[in-house]
């Protein structure tokens, strides 16, 4: 006969009983006490056991969920056995596959494990998902980004969900390789707020994977604020990298006929060719200060997010391509910090930064325009022609 095992547990998001059979935990439930279902569960999967005491797996487990509310497990490596439909198992096998600190939406698995249309059985599965938190079915929303129905209550779902985009924000690494300018937990408050359209998921994740800059989350909802209050009928963008800010602001300029985006790393903008299916946007491979004198266009909105060295020369060339009342913005202006304090720096950072410096003096005492300074994402310039 099996033995089977039950512990009761607390922790920050309240107490959860574990359930294990033999070796393997089983099940996991959002309760100070067993529940009749769970040992009804177990039979009907798992066969006729014996309760025993002691269960060292269930230990382990806790230590492992204990690691986990403190910010210090992303991944678990206690033995589970699940059982269940093989649609389902299909369904408990993508969860494992959500990188912590993200959400996915019920269609998007649906789509991935081949059953496109299946989004509310999708649903359904997570629902009875025996072994949540470590199954990361709190990592799947609605479509819209909304928060959905989770076992243990949306408000532990929600909480759960910050927990790990803090320890992201707060972790050294992620600070560094993110350069936030601010308090990890403040952007991590306001990016809860920023989930981007799962329309842009493909780009956004390729581009996590081989280090290609993208605008920040911040930033990109920025240009959008803009793009609507503007209603650009024309946009250059300096900087294309693979697409992603040029297709935000098309997609959140409802006048837009027309929007050039320049990009001079042939690879990068190979990548953009594809990621840009909208007839709108053309896309120019080359070095923008030699492109940008030979474009005898204007444009009521211009996007720079390139070398950054390079701003002041890029401010020079493109005031003349600007239409009255034009806005120019400017992204990475306060370089995660580092134009605000010239002595700390290394060498090569050093001159861009100062290069920085004489770009922003030069914005900001131009009598011809309006300019300021958001400390948004990693800094940005605006610049309004009177
Ligand atoms: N705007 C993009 C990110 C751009 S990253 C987005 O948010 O999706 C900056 C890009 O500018 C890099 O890909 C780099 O190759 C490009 N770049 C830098 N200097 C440039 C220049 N002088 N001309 C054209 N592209 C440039
Ligand atoms: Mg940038």
Not at 18 to 25: K, M, P, Q
Not at 134 to 140: A, D, G, L, W
Not at 193 to 220: C, G, M, Q, W
Not at 267 to 279: G, L, M, T, W, Y
Request: glycine residues 6%.
């Amino acid at each position: 006969m099996q033995s089977a095992s039950y512990k009761t547990i607390e922790t920050p998001i309240g107490p959860l009983t574990l359930y294990s059979v033999d070796d393997a935990l089983v099940k996991i439930e959002f309760s100070d006490k067993t529940s009749d279902n769970a040992f009804e569960y177990m039979k009907s999967r798992f066969g006729d056991y014996e309760i025993t005491e002691k269960s060292a797996v269930l230990n382990k487990t806790e230590e492992e969920l204990l690691e986990y509310f403190s910010g210090k497990r992303r991944d678990f490596s206690v033995k589970t056995r699940l059982l269940a439909s093989d649609f389902s198992m299909k369904v408990y096998e993508r969860l494992l596959r959500i990188p912590y600190g993200q959400v996915t939406s019920y269609s998007d698995i649906a789509r991935d494990i081949g059953f496109p249309k299946a989004f509310r059985a999708v649903g359904n599965a997570n629902n009875k998902n025996p072994i949540p938190i470590i199954y990361p079915c709190h990592r799947v929303n609605a479509r819209d980004g909304q928060l959905s129905g989770y076992a243990g209550g949306t408000s532990v779902k929600r909480r759960l969900q910050e927990l790990e985009q803090n320890v992201l924000m707060r972790s050294r690494d992620d600070i560094i390789s993110q350069n936030e300018l601010f308090n990890p937990g403040v952007t991590a408050y306001i990016r809860s707020f920023l989930r981007e359209d799962e329309k842009y998921r493909e780009i956004l994740s390729h581009a996590a994977e081989n280090n290609i800059p993208v605008v920040k989350p911040e930033t990109a909802s920025l240009l959008k604020l803009i793009c609507a209050v503007k209603r650009p009928e024309k946009i250059l963008e300096i900087g294309t990298a693979t697409g992603f800010s040029a297709l935000i602001m098309a997609d959140a300029s409802p006048g837009l006929q027309r929007l050039l985006t320049i990009e001079r790393d042939e690879a990068r903008a190979k990548k953009a060719e594809e990621n840009i299916k909208d007839s709108r946007i053309e896309l120019r491979c080359g070095d923008a200060l030699e492109l940008i004198s030979g474009i005898d266009e204007k444009f009521d909105l211009i996007f720079v997010d390139a070398a950054k060295g390079q701003y002041y020369k890029f401010l020079e060339m493109c005031l003349p391509k600007m239409r009255e009342q034009g806005i120019m913005i400017f992204d990475n202006v306060l370089y995660k910090g580092i134009t605000a304090d010239l002595t700390a720096v290394k060498h090569k950072n050093r001159t861009i930064a100062r290069n920085l410096k004489i770009f922003t003096d030069m914005a900001m005492n131009d009598d011809r325009l309006i300019s300021t300074i958001l400390p948004t994402g990693d800094g940005v310039l605006l610049s309004v022609l009177k």
